[in-house]
């Protein structure tokens, strides 16, 4: 049973939005710091956003910075991304994971990472 599952993504045009959910089973967001990375083919996976368990403390790439809100669903065990302005840049597979903390998940450690969702954005 797959214990992080991503959906949202698809093809849209630079300048729409998408909003990316993160089921979650085995981990509970209500105790566990999540977050998103995402990876183009040939790269490494780079940090995109991540939220505490608190939700107190959010942390964002600069690329994602004004354009990206993460948020989460405790009752639903879901997190989200919502994504506006996309660019062709964000074109990449997306990931969801879940930590202990926010900084850790910057650094690319997680507990556990989903298999992604891919999306891609034409100019």
């Known amino acids: 049973q797959e214990q992080l599952v991503e959906s949202g993504g698809g093809l849209v045009q630079a300048g729409d939005s998408l909003r990316l959910s993160c089921v979650v089973s085995?981990?509970?967001?209500?105790?566990?710091?999540a977050g998103w990375s995402r990876q183009v083919p040939g790269k490494e996976r780079e940090f995109v956003a991540a939220?505490?368990?608190?939700?107190?403390?959010?942390a964002y790439a600069d690329s994602a910075k004004g354009r990206f809100t993460i948020s989460k669903d405790n009752a639903k065990n879901t997190l989200y991304l919502q994504m506006n302005s996309l660019e062709p840049e964000d074109t990449a597979v997306y990931y969801c994971?879940?930590?202990?903390?926010?900084?850790?998940?910057?650094?690319?450690?997680?507990?556990?990472w989903g298999k992604g969702t891919q999306i891609t954005v034409s100019s």
């Open positions: 994971g879940v930590g202990y903390k926010t900084s850790d998940l910057r650094e690319g450690v997680a507990l556990r």
């Open positions: 085995e981990f509970s967001l209500r105790t566990h710091a």
């Open positions: 939220l505490s368990w608190a939700g107190t403390a959010i």
